[in-house]
């Protein structure tokens, strides 16, 4: 499980292993499978959730100088 957190930059996420709940709060959760892919919402409350054996992905952050990735809520 991460620590809540909120992207200040757009990020991309590819599972390769396992399987990932991202808990948007308020606006539900969603559930990642290996091969699935999807860029990560911005300036939105969240953290991740491992499935029942440890999950492995990519993340690419898409940064800027000056932007700090991921912040606390």
Do not use: C, W
């Amino acid at each position: 499980t991460s620590t809540p957190n909120v992207h200040q930059t757009p990020m991309y996420l590819q599972v390769l292993d396992g399987e990932l709940t991202v808990d948007y709060g308020p606006r539900g959760k969603k559930v990642y499978k290996a091969g699935d892919a999807f860029v990560e919402a911005q300036g939105v409350p969240h953290h991740g959730i491992a499935g029942d054996k440890p999950v492995t992905f990519v993340a690419v952050y898409i940064g800027a100088e000056g932007v700090a990735n991921e912040t606390a809520p």
